[in-house]
């Protein structure tokens, strides 16, 4: 009889990486980093358990956009009040604040439940090139031929 593997929260290891974002397409972007998010790179990956690493997105601001996607784009909210629906476009965002749109790419593409909030809390993203997380000694993201 075999039985199935989960990881306990001792023998979770996290690591911290850094994703140079500079020239790359937003969605590529978030989907790697959305993986690594949820830990399905490792071999302890468990549907259940948050498994997954830290991850830095650096110069989000210099993210690359398919053509017409800066007008077509839309994000939208309501307040609940009458009157209280607000959109702007993708490049609009883009040019207010470049890290809400990489957290928005990578938050779609996580779980909606708590076990996705959680996971979205180890995302931190940086309009620069600079982070103040030298301390974790993140690495840089293997290729994507590695994962």
Known sequence: MTRTYTPRASEIERQWFVVDADGETLGRVASRVARLLEGKHKP????????????????????????????DKFYARHSGYPGGFRSETLGELLARRPEEVIRRAVKGMLPRNKLGVQQLRKLKVYAGASHPHDAQRPQPLPGADAE
């Open 44 to 71: 302890t990956y468990a549907t259940h358990i948050d498994t997954g690493d830290h991850v830095i997105v650096v110069n989000a601001a210099k993210i690359k956009v398919g053509p017409g996607k800066m007008e």
